[in-house]
């Protein structure tokens, strides 16, 4: 819980500060490769979460190493999380700031867990169901996860709508658990 807490307190002034200096583009191109340098490899986080490193090497190789390559608030936004001892955050700040940049490009990303990979056909249903519902693109991210047995949830920015087999299940327990039997 902290973490999203301090991940959308910093992806919001990021995003405020990227807005203001009309620097949208740029943050999601270069934060995005920031991600992907630390999904293929974890070392230059590990780096910046280590407390046996000084504050001002630690700021000194952001400098460094992103002084060329990202624009200068963004360098400045890295040492600032570096100073506040903030860095351990950084993925989830990215994917915040990710998703606050896509919203203001009317991009909506929404994910749509079943049972069984839904055919193509369904997945064309399930788009026209959601722009009647959601204005500007949609992108649909799939999930399989069988524990469900049947249905679909839906994930939507932060609604969840639960239609799965395995909800109505537990509805139908929590139900069957009021009935006083004489």
Known sequence: MLAQEVARKYARALFLSTCEH???????????????????????????????????????????VFGGRLERLFVEFLSLLVKKHRSTF???????????VEFKKGISRVTVITAVPLLPEEDKRLLAQLAKRESGTIVLEKAVDPSIMGGMIVVMHDQIIDGSVRHDIRN?????????VH
Do not use: N, W, Y
Request: charged residues 30%; without cysteine.
């Open 90 to 100: 950084l993925p989830d700040i990215i994917d915040e700031l990710h998703r606050l």
């Open 172 to 180: 139908i327990e929590e139900m069957l658990e009021k009935v006083k």
């Open 22 to 64: 009309g620097l949208i583009d740029q943050a999601h191109d270069q934060f995005a490769g920031l991600r992907d340098l630390f999904a293929g490899d974890r070392s230059l986080l590990t780096f910046l979460v280590s407390p046996r490193v000084d504050v001002a090497q630690k700021q000194e190789v952001i400098r460094t």
